[in-house]
């Protein structure tokens, strides 16, 4: 939304349908650019896997094509994707994408892991949680990623009932991405997957 926010505060964040894709990037001494995108299914990513174990390569070291030929490999990154509404303080609402790749990976995965505990199963934009960002330290030093939690302390806070407009927004919103219309740009985000930025939203 080329919007700020305080990180510390945090904002409000309905989320509505996540997905995991392996984005294929040409690297920046061959011109750079996104080559496209593949299923984690997919015979490109299947048998990448296959010749990262052959060759072993680190954990992120994944090449789409011409394992055999250094020079000529595309790179392939898993993204973790988080679709939602972003809620202003005002009430209106955005839809957004956070792409989750690299460092990000992490909390995308725990995020995935606290909905799946939730009683009763009730789909994604049925839930109100508070998006906001930490600072965490590693060995190239400190930076920062992102924390999602439930926007209240019980189901009754943080689950909303269906007549909430926030729900019905919710809903049509993965109405539209399940019909694919609305994908994400991945040739907007940066062209070297190895920079992951470090400011989450």
Request: net charge negative; charged share 25%.
């Amino acid at each position: 939304t080329k919007e700020a926010f305080n990180g510390a505060e945090g904002v409000s964040f309905i989320p509505v349908f996540v997905n995991r894709e392996f984005v294929e990037w040409v690297p920046r001494t061959r011109g750079g650019g996104l080559a496209g995108k593949h299923k984690s299914s997919s015979s490109v990513v299947l048998t990448a896997k296959l010749k990262q174990q052959e060759l072993d390569h680190a954990w992120n070291e994944l090449y789409a094509n011409d394992h055999d030929s250094p020079k000529l490999r595309n790179e392939l990154v898993e993204t973790g994707l988080i679709y939602g509404l972003l809620v202003r303080e005002d009430g209106s609402m955005a839809r957004v994408c956070i792409p989750c790749k690299v460092t990000h990976l992490k909390a995308y995965k725990n995020f995935n892991s606290i909905c799946a505990d939730i009683p009763g199963n009730p789909p994604l934009f049925a839930l109100k949680f508070k998006l906001e960002t930490i600072e965490e330290q590693r060995n190239q030093g400190n930076s920062f990623n992102w924390i999602m939690s439930f926007d209240g302390d019980s189901p009754n806070d943080y689950i909303m009932g269906q007549e909430d407009e926030r729900f019905l927004k919710g809903a049509k919103f993965w109405e539209d991405l399940q019909a694919e219309l609305v994908t994400f740009d991945h040739g907007k985000t940066t062209e070297d997957p190895s920079e992951d930025d470090d400011t989450p939203f």
